[in-house]
C-alpha cells in the first residue's frame, strides 16, 4: 500500500492525473509490464509539458520586459498592445516594448 501511494504521488508530480496514475497501477495489478502504459502516457504527456514550458518562457520574457517598463499609462505601452505582442511572440518569440503614442493612431498628447 506503501509503494502504491509513493507511486500515485511521483506519478501526480510528473504531471500524471490520478486516472492515469490508476492505468500505472493497474498494469502492474494485472501483471502486465509496466514500462508499456508508463511509455504511452510519457508520449503522450511530453508534448503537452513542453507546450507548457514554451509559455513558461514566453511569460517570463514578458515580465522581463515589463519589468524595464516606463510607461506613463498602459494605453500607450505596447505590452498590452494585442497585435504587437502576437505579431512578435509569433515572428520569433520576443516581446516588443513599444510606446504607442510613436504610432500615428495613438492618441494626441499621450507620451
Do not use: Y
Not at 1 to 10: K, Q
Amino acid at each position: 500500500m506503501v509503494r502504491r501511494l509513493g507511486v500515485i504521488a511521483v506519478a501526480k508530480r510528473a504531471g500524471f492525473s490520478l486516472d492515469e496514475a490508476r492505468i500505472l497501477l493497474e498494469a502492474t495489478d494485472g501483471g502486465d509490464p509496466a514500462h508499456e502504459p508508463l511509455r504511452a502516457l510519457a508520449e503522450r504527456k511530453l508534448p503537452e509539458i513542453e507546450a507548457l514550458i514554451d509559455r513558461a518562457e514566453q511569460v517570463k520574457r514578458w515580465l522581463e520586459v515589463a519589468q524595464d517598463c516606463g510607461c506613463e499609462t498602459l494605453d500607450v505601452c505596447g505590452l498590452f498592445d494585442e497585435h504587437v505582442s502576437a505579431r512578435s511572440n509569433a515572428a520569433n518569440g520576443q516581446f516588443g516594448h513599444v510606446h504607442l503614442a510613436t504610432r500615428r493612431d495613438a492618441p494626441v498628447g499621450r507620451s
